[in-house]
């Protein structure tokens, strides 16, 4: 089965920086886009990046846009996600997805990681 781990969060200071990162095993890695979301709580959970197969194209949702970067290793089966210039703002728990599609909703998604919680302290 599809199987996606999370690793990378943990508690910083407002300004640092920090890389998700993703494994993926149990599908052809190479073939899918991949998204990175988050759920601060008592939130919805929202798009934050979205990368497509073969690392053609990239998309940023407007309040990470300059300080996050997605990107893929297919050899790796890994999506990392790195993020400067943090602010108190992205404290939430980060989630990537699988889709089949350069998708920005959760619904267009087919497979979830358990999470990684981000704490940014000011």
């Known amino acids: 089965q599809v199987q996606l781990v999370e690793s990378g969060g943990g508690l910083v200071q407002a300004g640092a920086a920090l890389r998700l990162s993703c494994a993926a095993s149990?599908?052809?890695?190479?073939?899918?886009?991949m998204g990175w979301f988050r759920q601060a709580p008592g939130k919805e959970r929202e798009f934050v990046a979205a990368v497509s197969s073969s690392s053609l194209r990239t998309y940023y949702a407007d309040p990470v846009k300059g300080r996050f970067t997605i990107s893929r290793d297919d050899g790796k089966n890994t999506v990392y996600l790195q993020m400067n210039s943090l602010r108190t703002e992205d404290t939430a728990v980060y989630y990537c997805?699988?889709?089949?599609?350069?998708?920005?909703?959760?619904?267009?998604?087919?497979?979830w990681g358990q999470g990684t919680q981000v704490t940014v302290s000011s």
């Open positions: 997805a699988v889709s089949g599609t350069m998708a920005t909703t959760v619904r267009e998604y087919l497979y």
């Open positions: 149990g599908l052809t890695f190479s073939m899918y886009n």
